[in-house]
């Protein structure tokens, strides 16, 4: 197990309000030790960043983060670690070129921590929940197209695709039926009034304690935010720039996620898996490229899961980079990020779809 070194000096980012979960597992599935350099696809508070840090003194850090407010926000940690951390802002799907940009082609360790952190959540003004109502934004970059642009500019047909693929909304007609509804009185602008619609199409399951809205307002982020297609681009990104025996920790937290990982891995370490109607066409085999360090996803422990409810659903896998040569990307697991109406474009690039 990697011991973390409690000297590192880290200044005013000491208090994170974020609680970056599996921390010592994720740690020591990256087994740094001595100098080398990590990637933390993304910062966030600097939880996993700080962590690595402190696992040797070695160790050096390239951190991303598309939200600027995560970047203004780890200027004391950059400061505390003496020349060993390096935060620049872009998203993860393009830490190659992040990288390269810093002068440097390889790392020997990249962790990414996917999804929406709890920062984000709790500042009502970022829109990307109903706790408290705020604009309907969702941006993580403060940029591009909004969530209320999604909402009152998409076709329904489109907006039920989106809750239902990304969102897993069973009642996704029904909730697209009602924002078309509702948007023909006025623009839908706040989180408060796209949860009241949602709810008055979705009832609530007080055995379950997850809020009607909950599904959709994810569907959106994700949407708005190409989480997915980020996610996709981030594992093919790691792939190329790992040294043979680099790792590669990401931890998820939900079944979409979850899914393109594990497909990925699975694929690129010679344990493909069989066709299935979430992977709908195989690409040909390709060199061994990852050996597995976990067998399978590492969960929280109840200890965790007590302290910090987030880290419940939390899914831990990582693997090993090989001497093997960087094979193209994998169309059927792009496909894995991609609606239904867009998958057929991508796998007929890898021989054909299965229908």
């Known amino acids: 197990m990697t011991v973390l070194h409690d000297d590192l000096p880290v200044g005013p980012a000491a208090a994170p309000p974020h609680i970056p979960v599996l921390l010592t597992e994720v740690v020591a599935s990256l087994a740094l030790t001595g100098a080398s350099l990590a990637v933390d696809g993304t910062f966030g508070a600097g939880g996993y960043t700080r962590a690595m840090l402190q696992a040797d003194p070695g160790v050096h850090v390239l951190a991303i983060?598309?939200?600027?407010?995560?970047?203004?926000?780890?200027?004391?940690?950059?400061?505390?670690?003496?020349?060993?951390?390096?935060?620049?802002?872009?998203?993860?799907?393009?830490l190659d070129a992040?990288?390269?940009?810093?002068?440097?082609?390889?790392?020997?360790?990249?962790?990414?921590?996917?999804?929406?952190?709890?920062?984000?959540?709790?500042?009502?003004?970022?829109?990307?929940?109903?706790?408290?109502?705020?604009p309907l934004d969702m941006r993580m970059e403060r940029a591009g197209q909004s969530a209320a642009d999604l909402v009152n500019g998409?076709?329904?047909?489109?907006?039920?695709?989106i809750i239902y693929h990304y969102g897993e909304e069973r009642r996704s007609r029904a909730v697209a039926r009602a924002i078309i509804e509702a948007r023909r009185k006025g623009p839908i602008e706040t989180t408060a009034a796209l949860a009241e619609i949602v709810s008055s199409v979705v009832w609530a399951d007080p055995a379950s304690g997850i809020h009607p809205a909950t599904r959709t307002f994810q569907g959106l982020r994700i949407a708005v935010n190409d989480e997915l297609g980020e996610l996709?681009?981030?594992?093919?990104a790691a792939e190329r720039i790992l040294r043979p025996g680099g790792r590669l920790a990401v931890v998820t937290f939900h079944s979409l996620e979850d899914r393109i990982v594990k497909q990925f891995f699975s694929a690129r370490s010679g344990r493909a898996a069989q066709a299935s109607r979430h992977l709908p066409s195989a690409d040909a085999p390709t060199p061994r490229s990852f050996t597995m360090v976990t067998k399978g996803p590492v969960t929280a422990s109840d200890s965790e899961i007590h302290a910090n409810p987030r880290s419940r659903s939390a899914k831990l896998r990582a693997a090993e980079r090989t001497m093997a040569p960087v094979a193209p990307p994998l169309a059927a697991i792009e496909a894995l990020a991609a609606l239904p109406a867009q998958r057929g474009h991508l796998v007929s690039k890898s021989g054909g779809v299965r229908r």
Request: charged share 25%.
């Open 232 to 236: 996709v681009q981030a594992l093919h």
């Open 154 to 161: 998409a076709e329904e047909a489109t907006l039920a695709d």
């Open 65 to 94: 983060d598309r939200d600027p407010n995560a970047i203004a926000g780890g200027a004391g940690l950059v400061a505390a670690s003496e020349g060993r951390l390096t935060l620049v802002p872009g998203r993860f799907g393009t």
């Open 98 to 134: 992040l990288l390269r940009e810093q002068g440097t082609e390889t790392a020997d360790a990249v962790v990414l921590d996917i999804g929406v952190s709890s920062m984000q959540i709790d500042q009502a003004d970022r829109g990307f929940s109903f706790r408290n109502d705020g």
